[in-house]
């Protein structure tokens, strides 16, 4: 494509931000526009965005380019290569892009993938290594490649400079590129404050319900917890099997409890467990829930990047540092884990979460001295105060 053209890096569902990058860089109608890739995750405006600009290019079909899937490249006025990630081992010349299969999922490996998730190195330009390619660790995926990487394929295809997406380098600033008459100016703009939202759209009645349910369930231990103190400590010496001396004609029940019994109690003891349990699981997505809104109280209404996605532990630990929210929103740069790898991770999150209700609730003394004594036979109480006056 030749110039002018405006040059868009990652949109990231904000939407809020996209309608300010059309606002500083012009309109689409008069303007013609290259985007970058990466119209979507982190951001909660994910299917806006898309379908915004899939319009667009319905609208100006000659005046605006969608780099689709991030894995194609753009030759800006036969100087700059456009691509979203970077440089490959398998890329040498312009006609290797040109071959690639586009109808299919990006795969793990290969020019495909490699394009898409390349990134220039971190000592990009002060390199201590003559290797022009490394793996790349962040990614999990591709290479990391270096300044003698692009000035070679550069000087071979006969082009400028690269010009690339995938990410982000200042802090909470966005920018666009606008080359005209072989001058580049480079625009910048604020952020756009979002509205907020809960993780995955989730309404307000279906996020308070833990709340609602630890409520609930305390509320019936509390019922259930009737009884006095003197009738919650439970005495652990053995009731007077014989009469006392002073009294020898006092009546004391000295028939062991019944197997019927036995196995009755049993199972009343299992429900107050139970519902201990239950108190104990609605505590911790409570805690979850509850860790959401103090995080965004504390940030001016702004969650870090990928906070949502790190549970309760990520979110007591968010912070506001760029340089920190990066390193905490890493996990998101990485090659998407498979379905099966999710369900796994979900599995355990949920298996963790089950077992330290469990642990809370076994080491809960008030909840099992209740369930101890509503498992008691009728009377017992009685007969135990009883025995123990007339001794």
């Known amino acids: 494509m030749d110039a002018p053209v405006t040059v868009c890096g990652d949109i990231h569902g904000q939407y809020y931000d996209l309608m300010k990058l059309f606002e500083v860089g012009g309109d689409p109608s008069e303007t013609r526009y290259l985007f970058l890739g990466d119209y979507v995750d982190r951001g909660y405006f994910s299917i806006e965005c898309v379908l915004y600009l899939w319009a667009l290019k319905i609208w100006y079909p000659h005046s605006l380019w969608l ?5 194609e490249s753009a030759v800006m006025n036969n100087q ?8 490959s081992p398998e890329l040498h010349t312009l006609e290797d892009i040109m071959a690639i299969d586009r109808f299919r999922e990006p795969p793990t490996h290969g020019l495909m993938c490699e394009i898409l998730w390349a990134d220039p190195l971190e000592e990009f330009g002060q390199e201590k290594t003559g290797d022009f390619f490394t793996h790349n660790g962040v990614r999990g995926c591709s290479y990391s490649f270096s300044y003698s990487a692009v000035c070679a394929f550069l000087e071979k295809n006969n082009l400028l400079s690269i010009i690339r997406a995938h990410e982000a380098q200042m802090l909470d600033t966005a920018a666009i590129l606008k080359y005209e008459n072989n001058v580049i100016n480079i625009r910048q703009f604020n952020y756009t404050p979002h509205p907020f939202w809960l993780s995955n759209f989730m309404d307000v009645f279906t996020w308070s319900l833990p709340f609602v349910g630890e409520k609930i369930t305390d509320m019936l231990i509390a019922i259930l917890n009737t009884c006095s103190k003197e009738e ?5 010496t053995p009731s007077t099997a014989t009469a006392s001396p002073a009294s020898p004609s006092l009546p004391i029940d000295t028939d062991p409890t019944s197997e019927p019994d036995e196995i009755k109690q049993r199972a009343i003891r299992n429900k107050i467990l139970t519902i201990g349990r239950l108190f104990c699981v609605f505590r911790v997505l409570r805690e979850q829930s509850e860790g959401i809104s103090e995080l965004k109280a504390v940030t001016n209404g702004r969650l870090p990047p990928g906070t949502l996605l790190l549970g309760a532990e990520g979110i007591k630990q968010a912070i506001h540092n760029f340089e920190e929210a990066r390193k905490v929103d890493l996990q998101n740069e990485r090659l998407p884990p498979t379905p099966e790898e999710v369900a796994k991770r979900s599995a355990k999150v949920r298996r963790s979460a089950l077992e330290r209700a469990e ?6 003394a008030e909840l099992a001295t209740v369930a101890h004594r509503i498992s008691l036979p009728a009377g017992s109480y009685r007969n135990r105060n009883v025995t123990s006056r007339e001794a």
């Open 80 to 87: 700059f290569l456009c691509v979203h990630g970077g440089l």
């Open 67 to 71: 780099l689709r899937g991030n894995h």
């Open 359 to 364: 642990q809370e609730a076994a080491n809960d």
């Open 232 to 236: 919650l400590e439970e005495d652990n």
